[in-house]
């Protein structure tokens, strides 16, 4: 934290700073939380007038977390309910997992275990699929609880089993013990008193190993009420009188509200209702303090806000599913048409061909005609192309702080973008398929279903296995073989992973290489110098690249069409050297300015020259 500190006065206002203040707001939020709570606003202000939305995320995160521990549960849930949405747009699951974790903890001291429920069951979700042990650990410990409470004891004890599991892999003492203490309850529930205590005791011998006073109280309360339960009013009130004073070293208003109620309770079984009385008025104060009417107002308000907007998000999500089938629908059929007509239109000329010099003047006129439907045909093929590969706008959902720079020869395109996520990991690739033009467009559509089955169907995420699969799904699906009249149609292509959560990047290449810049020099990641597609008979794994990457490191893939441009003075190719210095040039500018910079050298560079090639170029700021 004081090396943190120190960094403050010379750091510029950008998503570096952003991170060091939510940094030190996490950390100081229990320890300090009057520190923490101003540079995590400080964080929020700059992440807003920058538009970083997982800055937002997590500072709106910290902001909650400071309000939760002063039991200010509606504040806290304002902050909570925005880091939420934060995390969604920006589909950072690690915090979201965070978030829903906390709200759930919320609703469950507040006793809403309906809502509880369904917030944690969404976190312990995202916690299994991410493999994050420790996040799951802290979430299956409140959803227990959640089961517990409902009734649902053999759920709940499923729960404490597998977290049990957990924190014994993680060596994790404090995490074994509360383990032990909310086994017992389960026991106690069930009318297991004795089983109940020994699991009790068995958490108190953890706890004091390591002195954790809350531990202790909890346990000695467990203790205290299995024996009130057990019609044993006195040896209650003594390990109740235990624990209180290792609650009260922990300061949690919560269990000490809970001991207060334990002593009434046992100080009546025993006959000593003055003191009984007494108890109950400390218990019922402390409630009202805690759970004030106001409290509970707001938080029924954000209740009601976050219920509408989940319903106006799942009709949206409901809409945009029905539009998107309509457009595939409509794209096979349109696509069985079109090609059909091609054929017709290729069979009709060739007839016309045989024609005699006497219709010449009658043929031109059907060729006209013809021509005409050939370009309303590669039209209906564009739009087939653009409703069936992904729209940009899931590039700014997975890659907010990026460009796609996609500029056809034709119509349509035999380059193409692809972008998914797959058990937490976001993929991008750029592709160059055969040809351009409508036999390029059919490639890339080929190729574009092909790679939407491996990843989300066939869930590989490795860039090099994602390439050997593709490989031998082309030469399958086109019949390719040795023999020398067959086709040799495939694709180039430079393929990206993302693993954020330990900031590593996966790459591999199809004649496409990765170029990393980062402090002013380009890391230049080789391809493979063979294609998606038959290549002299051979199977040759493809190198699988893998690398960490750093904040504010800029990574490009691209086709081949902008570095073999015609153009300037002397009519060359652009080259890939130059496209390198291109790139050195314009790193101060962000993602956007780069790819208005990239078009606009581009064109100035072929001037009235034809474009000959497809262009893709995709930039992305890690």
């Keep these: 934290m004081d090396s943190l500190k120190k960094l403050l006065p010379g750091m510029q206002e950008d998503t570096v700073l952003i991170y060091v203040l939510n940094e030190l707001g996490r950390e100081l939020v229990v320890p300090m939380p009057e520190e923490a709570i101003e540079y995590a606003r400080k964080a929020l202000a700059l992440s807003t007038e920058m538009e970083h939305i997982r800055g937002i995320a997590r500072a709106e995160n910290i902001i909650g977390c400071y309000y939760d521990d002063k039991n200010n549960y509606a504040e ?11 995390c969604e747009k920006s589909g950072w699951k690690f915090m979201e997992a965070n978030t829903l974790n906390y709200i759930g903890i ?15 069951e969404r976190a312990r979700d995202i916690a299994e699929e991410r493999k994050d042990k420790s996040r799951l650990a ?28 957990v924190f014994e892999e993680l060596g994790h003492k404090k995490g074994i013990g509360s383990v032990y203490i909310n086994m017992g309850v389960v026991h106690d529930k069930k009318g297991e008193n004795e089983i109940a205590i020994d699991y009790n005791f068995k958490a108190l011998e953890v706890f004091h190993e390591i002195n954790d006073n809350l531990g202790l109280g909890i346990a000695y309360m467990n203790v205290a009420d299995s024996y009130w339960k057990h019609k044993e009013p006195a040896l209650s009130i003594k390990y109740m009188q235990l624990g209180e004073k290792y609650l009260i070293a922990a300061g949690d208003r919560n269990y000490i509200q809970e001991a207060y109620k334990t002593f009434a309770r046992g100080y009546q079984g025993i006959g000593d209702y003055r003191q009984a009385y007494d108890y109950q008025v400390r218990y019922d104060s402390l409630k009202d303090i805690i759970f004030g009417e106001e409290s509970n107002r707001q938080i029924n308000e954000l209740e009601t806000k976050y219920a509408t907007s989940e319903k106006e998000k799942q009709i949206e999500l409901q809409k945009e599913q029905l539009e998107k089938n309509r457009i595939v629908t409509y794209a096979a059929i349109i696509g069985s048409v079109l090609i059909l007509g091609l054929l017709l239109v290729i069979f009709n000329r060739y007839k016309l061909k045989q024609r005699a010099n006497s219709l010449l003047e009658a043929q031109n006129k059907i060729i006209a005609e013809k021509q005409k439907d050939i370009t309303d045909s590669i039209n209906y093929a564009k739009r087939i192309q653009d409703a069936i590969l992904p729209a940009k706008e899931i590039k700014y959902q997975l890659f907010p702080d990026a460009f796609v720079m996609l500029k056809p020869r034709d119509n349509v395109s035999g380059d193409f973008y692809w972008f998914g996520e797959q058990e937490g990991k976001r993929i991008i690739a750029a592709v160059d398929c055969t040809g351009h033009g409508v036999p390029g467009a059919f490639m890339s559509l080929i190729g574009n279903t092909f790679l939407n089955e491996i990843v989300h169907e066939c869930n590989i995420t490795v860039p090099s296995e994602i390439l050997s699969e593709l490989r031998n799904r082309i030469i399958k699906s086109l019949k390719q073989t040795s023999s020398l009249d067959a086709t040799r149609d495939g694709m180039d292509i430079a393929l990206l992973c993302f693993d954020d959560a330990n900031q590593v990047v996966e790459y591999a290449g199809a004649n496409n290489p990765l170029w990393i810049i980062r402090n002013g020099e380009i890391i230049e990641f080789q391809a493979d110098k063979r294609p998606i597609g038959y290549f002299q008979g051979k199977g040759l794994p493809f190198t699988n690249n893998k690398t960490t990457y750093q904040k504010g490191d800029a990574l490009y893939v691209f ?13 060359k190719k652009f080259m890939r050297k ?3 210095e291109l790139l050195l040039m314009i790193q101060d500018k962000n993602m956007e300015q780069q790819e208005r910079f990239l078009e606009k050298t581009f064109n100035d560079w072929k001037g009235e020259k034809e474009q000959v090639d497809d262009v893709l170029v995709i930039g992305i700021r890690a």
Aim: aromatic share 12%.
């Design 76 to 86: 806290a849930l304002t902050h909570y309910f925005k880091s939420l949405d934060a």
């Design 106 to 120: 919320v609703y469950l001291v507040r006793e809403n275990h309906k809502d509880a429920r369904k917030f944690l």
């Design 138 to 165: 802290s979430i299956l410990n409140n959803l227990g609880v959640v089961y517990k409470d409902l009734g649902e004891l053999d759920k709940a004890m499923e729960c404490y089993k597998r977290q049990l599991q």
């Design 559 to 571: 086709t081949d069409g902008y570095a073999d441009q015609f153009g300037g003075p002397e009519g």
């Design 578 to 580: 130059r496209l390198k």
